[in-house]
């Protein structure tokens, strides 16, 4: 977020003729196939937006690509999981003690308690601080020759879930040597980014002293293609093996057997502005509740790759389902009486217009006056957080920043969020979530969010619409992609062709 | 970019070839229709030829590579995709200066001589080249820098689309380099164009020894403006008696059928009523806008010396960048989107009028008429925009699809035409992604489109009604004589 300026305008005037001119390189590095396993072809959705800071959206780049790691990482359950820390103990309210395993960095030296204690003290000192650490103070120190004790200012009982998130990951002394975080060669991952073009291409060759064993794929060669269905094009015409993040207007072009479907815990909501216009007004909010139709949307917008919008956490969310609470105390729906309301939404995702048309038409059955308003979601932002807007149309990843429940409903949903799209303050809700929040129990823990769940929904702030399948695109050679819930990872040890 | 040039300058050929074959065989006074082939190549919005290439030849047949940017055989279906549209628009600049050219004394000359046809014609294009050329300098630079569509979906690293993110993303430093880039790019092809005409015109213009390129007659009026209206008519006419808003998702993509003759979109909506209840928000805007243009440009081609730098420096700015300005500057309100394709709109009819107007200036005729005793305001009233507003018209009718078209591109900011909106170019924007599955749903608007600048650019000769066939036979003035001598028609 702090780019050297002056080097990046000389840098972009030397580009420029090469832009204009000539050709990008190709991203092949080596002879495809070879006796050592032979490089996979990626194709993924977002280009790096901040030369791949481990801080900001490009760390879920880093960590789909196997290149970085973190002290701990999140199962199929959604539980914490030893990853570079080989366990943990909670000493007492706010001091947490982890053991690292035996690992090295991709440069060559050792992953000591000296180390991640640097790192995690780095993230913390990060402008903006990353998205897991928001509204949390923490101190790392080394504790001995194989432990770190990580200390927060309040008590954190999710605080391993915490450490899943990609913004978390350890690199070593030598990436914060720079004005800029660098990733390259410093992370513990699988594979090691050897090359960098611009936002169009990065090459990946494996790391052979990986802790977790050697990658069978010997590199992978990364392209970014934001175009959907350019980006499916790429698999169809075998320039790539895989392709992520398959938009669904394009999925019936690709195989039936290079399409795979993943449940995802991205929950397609309704947001509706709770502190201005006319959505202020609870009993239009129910309105509006009951004359949306997820199911509709789930099986016609989303052809099929979603389910209908149960909650905020959908059925990816394993442990869910058979903790849902209803929510209490919604309001009676009123009529809604011709009142005008304007909707607005994002066009980076594909599919959002058109579920912001349908539910216009499924609003203006029910009595309300419906204006759309589509953008580029940077222009959005903003004016929706100012509470312009009488709702939104956004998918979230309710479990990608942190892995913890409680804490998307804390940013989301609370007075003090960050994140508030809904501009809900709302008492009963906060109470729940802060009871939620202390929780430490992993069980207990997941009870309460779900009762958070009933308050946030009881306020009827949040329509839940469909939760989203990812479609990723693999070609019929590649064994062993991970498709991943939690949207983190892609290309792991096994992934080969 | 090259090989887009390339393409553009095949394009341009064939859409003119007929002419040329006409004119160098003495045989223009035979000439009727054409054109609207050009016009609604021209209409074609690039993003549906770069995406139907990449589809067809990229992935279905597998003949070239459908995206990536790394040799020459890269090059092919995004040089086709820039190419033909803006080919087509300069082809059909060309032809309309033509006959002029033919008609001038030495192609007379010439053919008195016996010197063969092929020479004549090469001489002709020499001969109108230059009132081309800024035009070819800013479709350069356009192709450069506005060219995001085309970048996005054959995965080009491009330096529009390398702006455009610095700009949504508030990159300033990359911003600034890449509009300093565009910037500098501009100029020099405005140089480079500039001197290429002083090369290939300079001694005339100087002696003032040129002759108007008036075409010997007026545009014999013709049928096909009935025909492409009326097909249009029927088609706004039959959507108007149908919902374009009712959505039904169960019907969601399609085909032709009885109940829905063009088909529905995605979600299940009839894209024959969209397109007919679209047609006013498209015409309305593009019309006003074009008009507007037309006037803002054949104003500011009329002073060359403060619109020429003007011209070049909003040149390099892309259209939806432009479109980002003035949101910063006015804000977004209902007239944003309008007033940023208009501050980029008149760009090329302005460097038009302004090369017609050099060229005019030093015709024999205007020295005539200077010395007896005309003053300016005589010479600009009675000589000067008779000659140079028909060209210049015709070539804002002929880019009034592409204003169309640019308004769209500003939706993604979240100016210009929202959803559910029927409008045109949104129509074609929001079916792209479904062209492979729904074909229709993209054909319908774009062929709408395609239609309207057909009309637009032969209604511009008139219209011939069926009944008198010959009514307007009588007006015109004696061809040859008086067109050598360069009186208006």
């Known amino acids: ?67 970085t790691e973190g002290l701990t990482k999140l199962d199929a359950n959604g539980v914490a999981a030893p990853a570079l820390a080989e366990s943990w103990t909670r000493e007492n309210d706010r001091n947490w003690l982890f053991t690292l395993r035996e690992a090295t960095f991709q440069d060559g030296t050792d992953v000591t308690p000296a180390t991640v204690a640097a790192a995690l003290t780095e993230a913390t000192e990060a402008e903006p601080v ?101 980006r499916t094009n790429a698999l169809r015409t075998d320039q790539v093996d895989m392709a992520e993040a398959v938009p669904v ?24 502005n709770t502190r201005t216009g006319a959505f202020k007004d609870p009993k239009l909010r129910a309105a509006a509740r009951e004359a949306v139709d997820g199911s509709v949307l789930a099986k016609d917008v989303y052809e099929g790759y979603a389910d209908a919008g149960v909650g905020i956490f959908g059925p990816a969310v394993t442990w869910a389902a ?29 599919e959002l217009p058109e579920v912001a048309q349908v539910l216009q038409q499924q609003l203006q059955k029910a009595g309300f006056e419906v204006k759309l308003e589509v953008r580029e979601y940077s222009r959005l932002e903003s ?72 308050a946030i929904l009881g306020t009827d702030a949040t329509v839940p619409l469909v939760h989203q399948k990812i479609i990723t695109g693999v070609a019929d050679s590649v064994q062993g992609v991970i498709l991943d819930p939690y949207e983190r990872t892609l290309v792991g040890t096994g992934t080969r062709r | 970019m090259a090989a887009a040039l390339v393409v553009a300058a095949a394009t341009a050929a064939a859409v003119c070839a007929r002419t040329l074959w006409l004119g160098a065989h003495r045989r223009l006074d035979d000439r009727r229709g054409g054109g609207s082939l050009a016009a609604m190549l021209a209409a074609l919005p690039e993003f549906l030829t770069a995406s139907v290439l990449a589809v067809v030849v990229g992935v279905h047949l597998g003949w070239l590579p459908a995206l990536g940017w790394y040799g020459p055989q890269w090059m092919v279906l995004p040089a086709l995709a820039l190419g033909l549209p803006a080919g087509a ?92 880039a565009l910037v500098l790019l501009a100029a020099v092809t405005g140089a480079l164009a500039r001197l290429a005409a002083r090369l290939l015109i300079g001694p005339a213009l100087r002696d003032g020894a040129l002759h108007s390129l008036h075409r010997p007659k007026p545009p014999v009026p013709r049928r096909t403006p009935l025909l492409y209206g009326t097909l249009l008519l029927a088609v706004v006419a039959l959507g108007l008696t149908r919902d374009p808003l009712a959505l039904d998702t169960g019907a969601r993509l399609r085909s032709p059928s009885w109940a829905h003759p063009l088909g529905t979109d995605a979600l299940g909506r009839d894209l024959l009523a969209r397109i007919g209840h679209g047609a006013f928000t498209t ?15 054949l104003l500011l081609g009329l002073l060359p010396r403060f619109s020429g730098p003007l011209v070049d420096t909003v040149n390099a700015i892309p259209p939806v960048l432009a479109g980002l300005l003035v949101a910063g500057v006015a804000g977004s309100g209902a007239a944003t989107p309008a007033l940023a394709v208009a501050a980029v709109a008149w760009v090329p009819l302005a460097a038009h009028t302004t090369a017609l107007l050099e060229q005019e200036r030093a015709t024999t005729h205007i020295t005539a008429t200077k010395g007896l005793g005309a003053d300016n305001t005589y010479l600009l009233r009675r000589e000067l925009l008779p000659a140079v507003l028909p060209p210049v018209a015709r070539h804002a009718l002929l880019r009034l699809p592409g204003v169309a078209l640019a308004l769209t591109a500003l939706g993604f900011l979240g100016l210009g035409a929202q959803p559910p909106d029927p409008e045109w170019g949104l129509l074609l924007a929001e079916n792209q992604p479904y062209a492979e599955r729904a074909p229709w749903a993209v054909l319908a608007p774009a062929t709408a ?38 009186e208006t028609g």
């Open chain 2, 89 to 180: 628009l300069l082809g059909r600049m060309l032809d309309d200066l033509l006959p002029g050219a033919f008609a001038e004394p030495w192609a007379l000359a010439a053919a008195a001589r016996g010197i063969p046809g092929r020479a004549t014609a090469r001489q002709a294009v020499r001969r109108c080249i230059p009132g081309l050329l800024p035009n070819l300098g800013l479709f350069v630079v356009g192709l450069t820098g506005g060219a995001v569509t085309v970048e996005q979906i054959f995965d080009i690293p491009g330096l529009g689309r390398t702006t455009l993110q610095a700009a949504i993303a508030q990159d300033l430093p990359v911003l600034q380099a890449g509009t300093l």
């Open chain 1, 383 to 454: 004016d929706a957080l100012a509470g312009k807007f009488d709702a939104i149309v956004g998918a979230r990843n309710s479990l990608l920043d942190t892995g913890d429940p409680v804490s998307i409903m804390a940013s989301d949903f609370t007075c003090d969020g960050s994140y508030n799209l809904a501009l809900l303050c709302d008492k009963k809700v906060d109470q729940a979530v802060a009871a939620a929040a202390k929780e430490s129990d992993t069980v207990k823990r997941q009870q309460a969010a779900m009762n958070a769940e009933a």
């Open chain 1, 130 to 230: 990353t998205a897991a650490l928001s509204g949390i103070e923490l101190t790392a120190k080394a504790k001995d020759d194989r432990q770190v004790r990580v200390t927060t200012e309040d008590p954190d009982p999710a605080l391993p879930l915490r450490l899943t998130s990609p913004g978390l990951a350890i690199l070593s002394a030598k990436a914060y040597g720079g004005k800029r975080v660098n990733p390259v060669g410093t992370a513990t991952g699988p594979f090691e980014v050897t090359k960098v073009t611009g936002t169009t291409a990065a090459t990946l060759d494996r790391f052979d002293g990986y802790w977790g064993g050697r990658a069978q794929a010997s590199g992978i060669d990364a392209k970014f293609i934001a175009d959907g269905s350019a």
């Open chain 1, 322 to 350: 058979g903790k849902r609470v209803e929510p209490t105390g919604r309001a009676r729906a009123a009529d809604a009486d011709g009142t005008s309301i304007t909707i607005a939404t994002y066009d980076n995702r594909p």
């Open chain 2, 449 to 486: 489109l395609a239609l309207l600048g057909a009309l637009a650019v032969t209604a511009a000769g008139g219209v011939r009604w069926p009944r008198s066939p010959f009514a307007d036979g009588a007006r015109q003035p004696k061809p040859a004589v008086a067109a050598t001598v360069g």
């Open chain 2, 283 to 297: 015409l309305a805007l593009a019309v006003t806008i074009s008009a507007a243009a037309l006037l803002a440009g």
């Open chain 1, 249 to 272: 207007s394009q999925a019936p072009t690709l195989d039936k057997g290079a399409r795979r479907e993943t449940a995802t815990t991205r929950t397609t909501s309704l947001l509706l």
């Open chain 1, 1 to 67: 977020m702090r780019p050297p300026r002056r080097r990046r305008v000389v840098a972009g005037l030397l580009l420029a003729p090469v832009l204009t001119g000539c050709f990008a390189s190709n991203g092949e590095t080596s002879d495809g196939k070879s006796a050592d396993g032979s490089r996979l072809r990626v194709a993924l959705a977002f280009p790096p937006a901040e030369n791949f800071s481990p801080y900001g959206a490009d760390a879920t780049l880093l960590s789909r690509l196997g290149v």
